[in-house]
């Protein structure tokens, strides 16, 4: 089992930056991929960013440019940056990692307003 703490939401203006965190505990050591995911409202949920185990990243087409991932191994943690915010980021992100399995962490509010 693998848990995942998700913290660092909340409301910024527009062009502003937020920084993300997601710590994994329990069964991590077989985890190959972190990353984040993000929900809008009446949408499906899309990637934002993800992370191997080796430092392959990939970005939403959406957000490259402008978010950053990264990780602390020591802290089983990855982060992402998010810089030049705009009102059509606002959604749920979610911490996922996945093994054989997928997990998610249980969301956190992101708002941008105008």
């Known amino acids: 089992q693998v848990q995942l703490v998700e913290s660092g939401g909340g409301l910024v203006q527009a062009g502003g930056s937020l920084r993300l965190s997601c710590a994994a505990s329990?069964?991590?050591?077989?985890?190959?991929?972190m990353g984040w995911y993000r929900q809008a409202p009446g949408k499906q949920r899309e990637l934002v960013a993800r992370?191997?185990?080796?430092?392959?990243?990939n970005y939403g087409d959406s957000v490259k440019g402008r978010f950053t991932i990264s990780r602390d191994n020591a802290k089983n943690t990855v982060y992402l940056q998010m810089n030049s915010l705009k009102p059509e980021d606002t959604a749920v992100y979610y911490c996922?990692?996945?093994?054989?399995?997928?997990?998610w962490g249980q969301g956190t509010q992101v708002t941008v307003s105008s």
């Open positions: 992370i191997t185990s080796t430092g392959f990243t």
């Open positions: 329990g069964s991590i050591f077989s985890i190959n991929v």
């Open positions: 996922h990692a996945a093994n054989a399995y997928n997990y």
